[in-house]
């Protein structure tokens, strides 16, 4: 390290490593895009969840509408 002459900040002289900074730098991004995407990873995955269950509660609905028709159905040819 050099020593400053007449006094000052210790900034003005140290070296400054650049790559070292621009790697440090670079991996915060990729931490942070990391983080972004496994955040929204779980939204998306949370969201399809919710519409799985409203496709199988639509399933049952036309399964159930479909057996209350076939016993109607039975139900008015066992009265004939």
Known sequence: MIQPRNGGSRFLYD?????SARIDANERVAEERWSALEY???????TLERLERRIWLGVY???AFLLTQGAEAV?????R
């Not at 929204?40 to 949370?46: K, V």
């Not at 139900?75 to 009265?79: E, F, G, P, S, Y």
């Open 15 to 19: 070296s400054f490593d650049v790559a």
């Open 40 to 46: 929204r990873l779980g939204q998306i995955e949370s």
């Open 61 to 63: 609905g036309v399964a």
């Open 75 to 79: 139900l008015r040819a066992a009265m």
